[in-house]
């Protein structure tokens, strides 16, 4: 109903499936995907485009996004740092005006399949994310990753140390690990704490405070594991 409304009934072919099992009738030139979580990775993303690539798409064939960054950044907090949920109502207009596209058939199906509501995450303090005064050190890129080429490779075997510097004298609570998402371009997604609210909250993994003074190096680790 969607393609039809939108007047693209003749130009695409739904395949249902998981893209794990599922085959197509040909190779596919792009390869569009959005299987990236709050925690970047914890949607495994990067065993499903690793398969998807190898088997849905024709060879030079391109991914949107082709790249994603794992970042993280050292920050003081005074909460616990809990997601509050805030219901909206899902309207139509909201996404005919973000996407020009008619989205009636959509908001039909979710009406007959739950309440006409849904979740939306936000936090404690509102529609802004974090005071940047409680930021404690630089970001730090742990990886990044090409989706258009092997993925495992490009991962360090086990815990890898890395190095947060700390910009200022405080407390260090904790981290938030967040993701980059490279569509074409300087076009890019992500879940930068420091940004407006989007759909994804945000990745906090707390420790013990420690005193901390600008300037000093914190040694903390990261692993992916496959």
Request: charged share 20%; aromatic share 10%.
């Amino acid at each position: 109903e969607m393609f039809a409304v939108n007047g693209m009934a003749d130009r695409i072919t739904l395949v249902r499936g998981n893209s794990l099992n599922v085959r197509l009738p040909e190779l596919a030139d792009l390869l569009i995907h959005e299987i990236i979580g709050t925690d970047p990775i914890d949607e495994n993303i990067l065993p499903v485009i690793d398969d998807a690539r190898q088997k849905l798409l024709r060879p030079g064939g391109q991914l949107l996004p082709h790249r994603l960054d794992i970042f993280a950044i050292g920050y003081e907090s005074d909460t616990n740092m809990r997601v509050a949920p805030e219901i909206f109502e899902l309207t139509t207009l909201d996404y005919q005006q973000r996407y020009d596209l008619n989205f009636e058939p959509l908001a039909k199906a979710l009406k007959k399949a739950a309440p006409p509501q849904a979740v939306r995450p936000t936090l404690n303090a509102g529609e802004r994310m974090f005071p940047l005064g409680n930021f404690r050190t630089d970001e730090h890129l742990l990886c990044s990753l090409d989706l258009t080429r092997p993925i495992w490779p490009q991962l360090p075997n086990g815990a890898t140390k890395f190095p947060l510097r700390v910009t200022r004298n405080g407390f260090l609570s904790g981290a938030f690990v967040y993701f980059r998402a490279h569509l074409h371009g300087a076009i890019t997604v992500g879940n930068r704490p420091f940004m407006p609210l989007n759909s994804w909250t945000f990745s906090w993994h707390g420790f013990e405070p420690r005193a901390v003074r600008a300037g000093e190096v914190v040694d903390a680790q990261f692993a992916i594991s496959q």
